[in-house]
């Protein structure tokens, strides 16, 4: 398995910027799904980007072409940066690794767009 730790949430203006991190305790090279997902108050938690070992990415609609997800398989940390934030992004961001079919989360953090 593999602990994960999220930092780089906040509180932002609509139309600003985030990016956030996950640390990884261990390699990630090998994990083939990573990603984010999030959890707005009152709702179920949703995917928000996923990437694999090969780099391949894919995003939820309500993402596309505001979020990317990257890797960097040398400091075992995935990113998200999200651009062109809007209020309905307002959540608690979790990072995930699928391990041996097992999906191991972090313990969030914190993002908030408002005015």
Request: net charge positive.
């Amino acid at each position: 398995q593999v602990q994960l730790v999220e930092s780089g949430g906040g509180l932002v203006q609509p139309g600003g910027s985030l990016r956030l991190s996950c640390a990884a305790s261990r390699s990630i090279a090998s994990i083939y799904f990573m990603g984010w997902y999030r959890r707005a108050p009152g709702k179920q938690r949703e995917l928000v980007a996923q990437i694999t070992s090969g780099f391949s990415s894919n995003y939820a609609d309500f993402v596309k072409g505001r979020f990317a997800i990257s890797r960097d398989n040398a400091k075992n940390t995935v990113y998200l940066q999200m651009n062109g934030l809007k209020p309905e992004d307002t959540a608690v961001y979790y990072c995930n690794a699928v391990v041996n079919g097992q999906y191991n989360w972090g313990q969030g953090t914190q993002v908030t767009v408002s005015s």
